[in-house]
């Protein structure tokens, strides 16, 4: 089984990835991040000479999808998960459960305003990074082949769970 998990950035999506591969402690799971599957830095468009992280061309699709199809071969669940998880038709074909993490405008900003992961973001690159999920982020799917879940307050990891299970 191939699950899809999508959202904007500190909504969530690692956290349920790694939550969700928690409650399937009996299987073989692998969690596959398209965080690593970045373009070297000097490969990526800059914006007001800052790099711009928010392009679904930041990611090396053929990449990231060959290692999708690999790890379906090889392990019971492969939960993918990241900012441009659906906008990838190539990608949207394999995944068996699609997830798509719901998140609010004011609680990403304070989200991400806290977040020094990659140290502190100006204010217009965070406004940019919204405006990027908007564009490229969304979850355009039908509602009846995607779970939405509300990421302003704690994940309803429950109902992901009922939601996959097989």
């Not at 830095?41 to 290692?67: A, G, Q």
């Not at 140290?119 to 969304?138: M, R």
Request: proline share 2%.
């Amino acid at each position: 089984m191939v699950i899809g998990i999508g959202g904007c950035s500190n909504s969530g999506k690692s956290g349920l990835a790694k939550k969700l591969a928690n409650c399937y402690t009996t299987l073989n799971i692998k969690v596959l991040c398209q965080d690593n599957f970045v373009k070297r830095r000097d490969f990526l468009t800059k914006i007001n000479s800052h790099v711009n992280w928010e392009l679904p061309t930041t990611i090396i699709i053929d990449e990231y999808i060959s290692s999708v199809k690999e790890a379906n071969n090889h392990y019971d669940i492969v939960i993918c998960e990241g900012l441009f998880a659906f906008w990838f038709d190539e990608l949207n074909i394999l995944y068996d459960k699609k997830i798509f993490i719901e998140i609010d405008k004011v609680t990403f900003k304070q989200r991400k305003q806290v977040d020094l992961r990659w140290g502190k973001e100006p204010d217009w690159y965070i406004e940019h990074i919204w405006e990027s999920h908007l564009k490229y982020g969304q979850c355009n799917l039908p509602v009846s082949d995607c779970l939405f879940l509300d990421a302003s307050n704690k994940i309803n990891i429950k109902k992901a769970v009922e939601f996959i299970s097989f």
